[in-house]
C-alpha cells in the first residue's frame, strides 16, 4: 500500500559527491519520519540520518558536516546529498519511511530496496 524506491547510488572515487532520492507513493495520509540507513558488507544496517515530519534532523557521527538530508513534502521525497565521500561509506543505502497510511488508516513502517554507494580509494 506504501511503497518506497531509493536512486542515485553509484561508484565515487573518495572526496567526490552523490545525491541520493527516494520517493514514498501509495495510499499516504501523513509522513511522519522519513531517514537514510546504511549497510556495509559484513555489518549490520546503521542509521545515517532522519528528518521529522516537522523538519527535524538527526544525523550519524560519522556523517555530520559531510551529509544533508533534505524533502520535498509535496512529492513525499526524501534526499540525502552526500560530499567528501570517504571509501567507508561504501554501503547499500535504504529509505526508510514512517507514515499513517493505508486503508484502513494505520502506522506503517516501509523500507526500500536499497540502492548501492561505492567509493573507490
Known amino acids: 500500500q506504501v511503497q518506497v524506491l531509493e536512486s542515485g547510488g553509484g561508484l565515487v572515487q573518495a572526496g567526490g559527491s552523490l545525491r541520493l532520492s527516494c520517493s514514498a507513493s501509495g495510499e499516504i495520509f501523513r509522513i511522519n519520519i522519513m531517514g537514510w540507513y546504511r549497510q556495509a558488507p559484513a555489518k549490520q544496517r546503521e542509521l545515517v540520518g532522519v528528518m521529522t515530519s516537522g523538519g527535524s534532523t538527526r544525523y550519524a557521527d560519522s556523517v555530520k558536516g559531510r551529509f544533508t538530508i533534505s524533502r520535498d513534502d509535496g512529492k513525499h521525497a526524501l534526499y540525502l546529498q552526500m560530499n567528501n565521500l570517504k571509501p567507508e561509506d561504501t554501503a547499500v543505502y535504504y529509505c526508510?519511511?514512517?507514515?499513517?497510511?493505508?486503508?484502513?488508516?494505520?502506522?506503517?513502517?516501509?523500507w526500500g530496496q536499497g540502492t548501492l554507494v561505492t567509493v573507490s580509494s
Open positions: 526508510n519511511v514512517g507514515a499513517m497510511a493505508g486503508v484502513p488508516l494505520r502506522n506503517l513502517e516501509v
